[in-house]
């Protein structure tokens, strides 16, 4: 048998926190992918939409005909980690919206964007994560929050009761920055999923 | 206003504060503006454009870099109205321009919640020796420099982003060009110097005049501790493009879109060229017929006393 290669995660690097996501997932001993184009997304066992501006994102993804063949794959089954404009861009729907806003809409769940304020809102912050009493030390920027989880979801954290945490089937949304303050659990989780789809058989 | 020396630095899982206006914190916002173009607008109708167009910021006042060029007299901070009615118009952070020094103009931006405070040489300076004390500030500050020792000098006082200089409100690149590329050697220098004789960045930080423990850390990661944009002059997609190229995580556009023939489409070519900076073809693509760029002024047409980047100690 040979020895598993290291999993390759791609992270969407159109704009936004890319080099974090990167450095994180190469200290977990994966393999960062950097995704500009659909040809990026081949031979992924993960992927990761970093923070960023969600409008930004958005706009970049339809230009380069990226949206399409991204939704095609994490509908596909392909584990996706979005991080704070991650989250919106996996969401289903934006409460506020940027005029012309679209989502890729693979995740059940609304969102609102800016949910704590302005900049000088953002804050680090100690998160209570699962059932265990585990906690992660994370930061929120100019943060997103969920306001509706749809059917099938799991809320994975709250923050003053407000759910900043959720997955459903291979995809984890949070509105956080776990990669600014190397809080690895979430990104943990994220390549247990690439794992298991590895170990499916072909 | 938080003062940082008595934030603890390691909170417990029990702290149930949220710690506001850290370093991690401010700088995690330049973080997420990585890879991205800020775009100076004066009303709420450009600011839409700029939105629409992907910009990843705007920066709110009340005349472009330009026009205080041409009309004159002193630059201040913009009318809180002003910057309440762009607030008001996008959903993305809103930055605003102090004088260098004006502590209370910072305040003022504060209290009105932008998302960060660029202490620029553009407006007219209100203290020709000190620059604002940042570390008091939750907000985050963005500051110009020409050289290593000045951005270190800037990272030393609070910011948590800095931008290369350039000579704003010309269209000429080549001050931006400079300013990026003495950056990036003089970080290159520190480095080399860290692996042959580690002992010689004590006269570094000297001659550098910025504090030894920055001079290290630098010299030790070879990059600044925090995003590096640049500024002054960038009107082309193929300038934003060789920015990018030079080493800047990302840029400003100042006078160069709503001075130009068609700015919605620059806004959005600007753009297009930041994200894909490597790739000539989408550059070409992007510099397709987007009308008369700005006119601009050549920078050694302009007599040393009005020279921007010269702002700043």
Known sequence: MNPSPAPRVGVLALQGGVAEHAAMLRELGAEPVLVRTPEHLAGLDAVVLPGGESSTLDRLLRLFGLRDPLRDAILGGLPTLGTCAGLILLSSGIEDPAPGQQTLEVLDVTVARNAFGSQVDSAEVTLPWGDDGAVVRTAFIRAPVVTRVGEGVEVLARHRGVVVAVASGSVIGISFHPELTGETTVHERLLQLAEARRSLPA | ?313
Not at chain 2, 2 to 19: E, N, V
Not at chain 2, 75 to 90: K, N
Not at chain 2, 103 to 116: G, T
């Open chain 2, 1 to 313: 206003m938080t003062d940082l020396q008595t934030t603890p630095a390691q909170p417990t899982a029990s702290d149930a504060t949220p710690l506001t206006g850290s370093p991690l914190v401010k700088r995690g916002l330049a973080d997420m503006l990585k890879g991205g173009v800020i775009m100076d607008v004066v009303t709420a109708e450009q600011a839409r454009i700029a939105e629409d167009a992907g910009a990843v910021a705007v920066m709110a006042l009340e005349r472009v870099p330009a026009d205080i060029r041409a009309q004159g007299g002193v630059a201040r901070m913009s009318d809180p109205d002003l910057i309440e009615g762009i607030q008001a118009a996008v959903s993305i952070p809103v930055m605003a321009k102090v004088r260098i020094g004006h502590f209370v103009e910072a305040q003022v931006l504060e209290h009105l919640k932008v998302d960060y405070i660029d202490e620029s040489e553009v407006l007219s300076p209100a203290d020709y020796v000190n620059h604002i004390d940042k570390q008091r500030f939750t907000v985050p500050f963005v500051c110009g420099a020409t050289n290593l020792g000045e951005a270190l000098r800037r990272i030393a006082e609070g910011a948590a982003m800095i931008r290369s200089k350039g000579e704003a409100g010309t269209g000429d690149v080549s001050e931006a060009t400079k300013h990026i590329r003495t950056i990036r050697g003089q970080i290159a220098e520190l480095q080399a110097v860290y692996k042959v004789s580690p002992d010689a960045l004590y006269v570094k930080a000297k001659e550098l005049a910025a504090p030894y423990d920055i001079v290290l850390e630098v010299a030790r990661t070879g990059k600044l501790p925090v995003v590096l944009f640049t500024a002054g002059g960038v009107a082309t997609p193929a300038d934003a493009a060789m920015m990018m190229q030079l080493g800047a995580d990302g840029v400003f556009v100042g006078s160069g879109i709503f001075k130009s023939g068609n700015p919605a489409a620059r806004a959005q070519a600007i753009v297009k060229a930041t994200a894909f900076y490597d790739d000539p073809a989408r550059i070409a693509e992007a510099s397709r017929g987007l009308g008369e760029a700005m006119v601009g002024i050549n920078v050694g047409d302009l007599p040393a006393p009005h020279r921007l980047a010269e702002r700043g100690w």
